[in-house]
Nanobody, 115 residues
Framework: QLQLVESGGGLVQPGGSLRLSCSAS????????MGWYRQAPGKQREFVAR???????RYADSVKGRFTISRDNVEKTVYLQMNSLKPEDTAVYYC?????????WGLGTQVTVSS
């Protein structure tokens, strides 16, 4: 069973930065895709960014140029560097990982952008 634990959320002012981390542990054969999703109050969960095993990255249009996803395969950790944060980035951010046995989710970390 794969476990994902997110960290790094918090309260930040508009224009500020945060770095989220997600560490994977448990029975892992291979992590194919690791990524981030978010869910704002009253809205559906939405895609933010992903990092595939071959090094390919993909971003939601709303975060392109502001967020950067990176991955440490040795540490089985994925990061999300978030710059120029806006109030509309406020949400619970969830880490996801896809393996040969399915897609797994972390419990989420709250990011609040407010002055």
């Amino acid at each position: 069973q794969l476990q994902l634990v997110e960290s790094g959320g918090g309260l930040v002012q508009p224009g500020g930065s945060l770095r989220l981390s997600c560490s994977a542990s448990g029975a892992i054969f291979r992590l194919d895709v690791m990524g981030w999703y978010r869910q704002a109050p009253g809205k559906q969960r939405e895609f933010v960014a992903r990092y595939s095993n071959g090094g390919t990255t993909r971003y939601a249009d709303s975060v392109k140029g502001r967020f950067t996803i990176s991955r440490d395969n040795v540490e089985k950790t994925v990061y999300l560097q978030m710059n120029s944060l806006k109030p509309e980035d406020t949400a619970v951010y969830y880490c996801s990982a896809t393996t040969s046995t399915g897609t797994y989710w972390g419990l989420g970390t709250q990011v609040t952008v407010s002055s």
